[in-house]
């Protein structure tokens, strides 16, 4: 039942990082025939920030660095591929045959 959960938990994380994802990349009409980032509208408009291309960069790539770092650490904890147990790995070093005795 826990590991279900835990699967449960996992699946809905990446939902919810997924949709952050597309309300980051979603473009929103300023004016006629000019359209920006919704997201960084709203945070220059929240923030009271100065239109700057080098604040829009900055603000997109930390959304962009949380998302795939939030990715990351689900698809590392929620649903790990791979368990190592003490016996596999002894098993996996290469053993090296004695010489013959003369």
């Known amino acids: 039942m826990r590991k279900a959960a835990h699967l449960v938990l996992g699946i809905a994380i990446v939902g919810l990082v997924l949709y952050a994802a597309d309300l980051a990349t979603r473009?929103?009409?300023?004016?006629?025939?000019?359209?920006?980032?919704?997201?960084?509208?709203?945070?220059?408009?929240?923030l009271g920030l100065?239109?700057?291309r080098l604040l829009r960069m900055a603000?997109?790539?930390?959304?962009?660095?949380?998302?795939?770092l939030v990715l990351y650490l689900v698809f590392r904890h929620v649903f790990p591929f791979r368990r190592t147990t003490?016996?596999?790995?002894d098993?996996?070093?290469?053993?090296?045959?004695?010489?013959?005795?003369?």
């Open 27 to 46: 473009d929103c009409k300023v004016g006629p025939y000019s359209y920006d980032n919704c997201m960084w509208i709203r945070v220059r408009a929240y």
């Open 50 to 52: 100065p239109p700057s």
């Open 59 to 68: 603000t997109l790539e930390f959304v962009g660095i949380a998302l795939a």
């Open 86 to 89: 003490p016996a596999a790995q």
């Open 91 to 102: 098993s996996s070093q290469t053993q090296v045959p004695e010489p013959p005795a003369n």
